[in-house]
């Protein structure tokens, strides 16, 4: 009896030493023995002092350097830390301010990580920024894109999802064993998927294979990061604010971790967004294949937003119709532009040189200007606008043609709401 107590004591002594033991992080410098650019640039990114701020008692570690008007904020994915980006921070910090940051294990939800991000901005002075976010950064930037979309100027989502049950389904018996796993034996299972699936979709790449055994990694982080992953929101693309947001999906057509329905769900779900398709280079195309990458990103962030210079038109037709100014009118609309709208069941023609006689005539206005919505279609584009007079309100449709990179008003459509 006593035997087999002590054998029970040790078996038990045994498997909580098993569990207690932490992951092994290796050293990517012993692991990976070339001298390339690519290590030898991140060799220079790690010696790079990083920031720490507290939020709600977490604290957060990031990273923010470089030169430039514009900020890019890179959001890493499930197993990544501030580091993932190192190729891509070092590639565009000469031109822009650069940030990356490292989501805390703590963190387990979508508003959580929202807000940490949000205190990051604030403490740099951050006002408007450009957005970068793969995998699970890609999910948390489509949800900042959802909830700050006036601060955002262009986003990319790569190598990323929508919000779906599918992830959640497929991993619901693992969500419910993982919690009861030892750190060691979950790390264990993460090296195999790394050497099965994830690095031979990359071409094999040593840097790859070398680099993400060394970023840091925990059961905590894992489990929360997965909470993440599968939390819940609904976008709204559809919503002008958002439609205006130039939007990049990078995808790769062999991606380990993202499967095919989802990738297809996502550009669906963003049916206004640039997609760029990656060829066999799986998940991490930003880490095994960074020079396309790299370029990839700087092609977009180079484009311009034809949303905005849309908008110049708009608020050339807005003002000048606030100040009565003609010339800021003329700007707007094509010498050929005609106004529509129904009278007594009669559909009514006025002609711009009336418009203009009519603005004249009733001069400075007080009136609260909305855009509603608008869709752009190579150099066509509708555009649904608001006026609020003190007594009145219309909302027009107007029709645009693009002509030597000027947007002009050729049709406007206008109905009164109601008077007061």
């Known amino acids: ?68 008007d514009k900020t890019i904020v890179f959001a890493h994915g499930m197993g990544g830390a501030y580091n993932l980006w190192w190729q891509q921070m070092a590639y565009f910090k000469d031109h822009y301010r650069v940030l990356s940051y490292s989501l805390p294990e703590e963190i387990n939800n979508l508003e959580d990580a929202s807000k940490g991000i949000l205190k990051i901005l604030e403490k740099e002075k951050i006002e408007n920024f450009y957005l970068v976010g793969t995998s699970m950064g890609g999910y948390i930037a489509q949800y900042l894109t959802h909830k700050i979309p006036e601060r955002i100027e262009k986003v990319v989502f790569s190598n990323t999802f929508p919000p779906n049950i599918l992830i959640e389904t497929k991993n619901k018996k693992k969500s419910e064993i993982i919690p009861w796993m030892p750190e060691i034996l979950i790390s264990y299972f993460g090296q195999k998927k790394l050497h099965s699936d994830i690095v031979p979709a990359a071409n094999n790449s040593k840097l790859l294979e070398a680099f993400l055994p060394s970023l840091p990694f925990s059961k905590k982080q894992f489990i929360n990061r997965y909470y993440v992953v599968v939390d819940k929101f609904i976008p709204t ?32 779900t963003y049916p206004d967004a640039s997609v760029f398709t990656f060829h066999n280079q799986g998940h991490f195309p930003y880490i095994n294949d960074a020079d396309k990458y790299n370029k990839v990103l700087d092609d977009f962030f180079k484009s311009e937003n034809e949303y905005k210079k849309l908008e110049q038109t708009i608020a050339s037709y807005f003002n000048g119709r606030r100040d009565a100014n003609i010339t800021l009118l003329q700007q707007a609309f094509s010498k050929n532009a005609n106004l529509f709208t129904v009278k007594n069941s009669v559909i009514l023609k006025i002609s711009l040189e009336n418009y203009f006689k009519k603005v004249m005539q009733d001069g400075k206005t007080k009136v609260k200007t909305t855009i509603l919505n608008a869709d752009i279609l190579r150099n066509m584009a509708i555009c649904k606008t608001r006026f609020d007079y003190p007594n009145k309100s219309y909302v027009d449709y107007l029709t645009l043609l693009k002509v030597k990179d000027n947007w002009k008003i050729t049709t406007k459509n206008f109905v009164l709401l109601d008077e007061k």
Request: hydrophobic share 45%.
């Open 1 to 68: 009896m006593k035997k087999m107590i002590l054998l029970f004591v040790i078996l038990f002594v045994v498997i909580l030493i098993i569990y207690m033991i932490p992951a092994i992080r290796k050293d990517f410098f012993k692991s990976y023995s070339k001298k390339d650019t690519a290590s030898m640039s991140l060799d220079e990114f790690m010696q790079k002092p990083t920031k720490t701020i507290e939020v709600a008692g977490i604290k957060w570690q990031y990273l923010t350097y470089g030169n430039g």
């Open 237 to 268: 693309p559809c919503l002008y604010k958002i439609k205006r947001i130039p939007k990049l999906i990078i995808e790769s057509d062999n991606d380990p971790l993202v499967e095919k329905s989802l990738r297809e769900n996502l550009k669906e």
